[in-house]
């Protein structure tokens, strides 16, 4: 736990100082309005996490070891090749579950308010509601089981999920010619901004988080957005005002009314 939040701390730090100094975009809405209901959520949802799931990934990795479950443990895998296998394997459990998240209307409406933020920016990376944040950690809990995945391989794991969320969610500018060849390694800031378009075309695009080759390989990337990184609209149409971004819309906000179709249709 100390190593993940100082990862967690020191990779904000580092990304929000980057934004300060080499925005990518100018904001619509400054930090003082956003921040503070992006940042209660991580407090909320820590808190949440530990008294929901005290043992959490690492501690449920830690027991299926020791009670030989999943196919990892199975199979006896020889452990550098098993922590290799699960890192690549529970990264493209998370892509398949953000397509999910996408296209069932339940968990879309769970998802909606990590898009629903105006701006893009690193608390962005860190901004999902409760009800996701427990959901996930249950579908990650038996991802880890079924697999049987290494306990480092599960704590690396999730370090650098956290990391390259708040990376590639960073209101931070990259050269061209790095950002391409980057995004062949790594999702980088540009190529997932198009993923939180107002644009449902480009919305749905691009859901990686940490490896880039899950989009390319089943057809989800989207190079650039139709708009321009500088013009592109970031959010969803439904939810424009202001106060739509106060931490008690945030959290109400799954039980508003709005299908997909409320998005603007580019398709």
């Known amino acids: 736990m100390e190593i993940r939040l100082a990862c967690f701390g020191g990779v904000l730090l580092v990304v929000a100082v980057w934004e300060f100094l080499a925005p990518r ?7 003082e309005t956003r921040w503070p209901s992006n940042l209660v959520l991580v407090a909320l949802n820590s808190v949440m996490l530990r008294i929901a799931f005290p ?44 397509v999910l998240f996408h296209a069932v209307p339940v ?20 901004r999902f509601h409760p009800f996701e944040i427990a959901l ?9 089981v079924l697999l049987g995945a290494p306990p480092l391989a599960v704590m690396v794991f999730e370090i650098i999920l956290n990391a390259t969320a708040m990376f590639n969610h960073g209101n931070v500018r990259l050269p061209t010619a790095i950002d391409r060849l980057l995004r062949w390694i790594i999702v980088t800031p540009d190529m997932h901004r198009v993923h939180h378009s107002i644009r449902t ?17 089943f057809g989800t990337y989207r190079e650039q957005p139709a708009d321009g990184h500088k013009n592109m609209t970031i959010g969803i149409a ?4 202001k106060k ?20 603007i249709n580019n398709r």
């Open 201 to 217: 075309d480009e919305t749905d695009r691009n859901y990686g988080f940490n490896a880039p080759w899950w989009d390319r390989l």
């Open 244 to 263: 739509d971004l106060r931490l008690d819309q945030l959290l109400i906000q799954p039980f508003r009314n709005s299908p997909r179709d409320t998005n």
């Open 25 to 31: 975009r100018a904001l619509s809405i400054g930090r």
């Open 55 to 98: 043992f959490a990934a690492v501690g449920m990795a830690g027991l299926a070891a020791e009670r030989g479950w999943g196919v990892l443990n199975i199979l006896a895998v020889d452990s550098g090749v098993a922590a290799f296998v699960a890192i690549i394997l529970l990264d493209l459990a998370i892509y398949g579950q953000h």
């Open 136 to 144: 996930s950690m249950g579908i990650k809990l038996a991802v880890v």
């Open 107 to 126: 968990l879309w409406r769970l998802h909606r308010m990590h898009h629903a933020d105006q701006d893009i920016d690193v608390t962005t990376g860190v």
């Open 238 to 241: 439904l939810f424009r005002d």
